[in-house]
């Protein structure tokens, strides 16, 4: 298991920005998939984005797309998520996620595809 720990999260009003940070434990980090999810008070855990070990390829959700960005530094162990222009229906809690094939070449977007999870960060924006 790898050990994933956001941060970032916060209070926000409508069209602000914010970026979250998922930090990993594992070495073997850079050879991972990784996702972003989020599950709102009384939804479905949703898929917001994810990107491939390489970071060469991303996938998004289609409601995400022009205004979040995903990314990595695999030297330091981290994945992010750049969030513009938030609207109150963002407000959820925010998960990010690992898919454990060291070198795999897939763009997972369901949340069983994912071995490993965060404990996750509250993002709330207000209108």
């Known amino acids: 298991q790898v050990q994933l720990v956001e941060s970032g999260g916060g209070l926000v009003q409508a069209g602000s920005s914010l970026r979250l940070s998922c930090a990993a434990s594992?070495?073997?980090?850079?050879?991972?998939?990784m996702g972003w999810f989020r599950q709102a008070p009384g939804k479905e855990r949703e898929f917001v984005a994810t990107i491939l070990w390489t970071g060469g390829s991303t996938r998004y959700a289609d409601s995400m797309k022009g205004r979040f960005t995903i990314s990595r530094d695999n030297a330091k162990n981290t994945v992010y998520l750049q969030m513009n222009s938030l609207k109150p229906e963002d407000t959820a809690v925010y998960y990010c996620?690992?898919?454990?094939?060291?070198?795999?070449?897939?763009?997972?977007?369901?949340?069983?595809?994912?071995?490993?999870w965060g404990q996750g960060t509250q993002v709330t924006v207000s209108s």
């Open positions: 594992a070495r073997t980090f850079s050879t991972y998939t």
């Open positions: 996620a690992a898919v454990m094939k060291p070198y795999g070449g897939g763009l997972y977007s369901r949340a069983s595809e994912y071995d490993s």
